[in-house]
């Protein structure tokens, strides 16, 4: 088992910045690719980034790229997520999770943390 707990969102202005932490426990953390998804209401969840265990792989979705940051620290057990330029698009819930492989899908990410809420103004 992984557990995973969120911390960091809030509301926020249109181009503010935020920075979401995530700290898990329970197993190795190097061995898990991070991810952070999001969903909207009324929204499918979306894959926002994650990274590689060893951190010598990351992704960022269209969506975000040029805005969104993701970095883990193995030694602290943490993955975060820095969001710039924030827009009320970007209003959703953000969650962190865990895969064994190196994959996009939510199928892929069998541990979940409870989510965090992040909201932009206009």
């Known amino acids: 088992q992984v557990q995973l707990v969120e911390s960091g969102g809030g509301l926020v202005q249109a181009g503010d910045s935020l920075r979401l932490s995530c700290v898990a426990s329970g197993r190795t953390f190097s061995d898990y690719t991070m991810g952070w998804f999001r969903q909207a209401p009324g929204k499918e969840r979306e894959h926002v980034a994650r990274?590689?265990?060893?951190?010598?792989?990351?992704y960022v979705a269209g969506s975000v790229a040029g805005r969104f940051i993701i970095s883990r620290d193995n030694a602290k057990n943490t993955v975060d997520l820095r969001m710039n330029s924030l827009n009320p698009e970007d209003t959703a819930v953000y969650y962190c999770?865990?895969?064994?492989?190196?994959?996009?899908?939510?199928?892929?990410?069998?541990?979940w943390g409870q989510g965090t809420q992040v909201t932009v103004s206009s």
């Open positions: 990274i590689s265990g060893s951190a010598d792989s990351t």
């Open positions: 999770a865990a895969s064994r492989v190196y994959a996009g899908s939510a199928r892929m990410y069998a541990y």
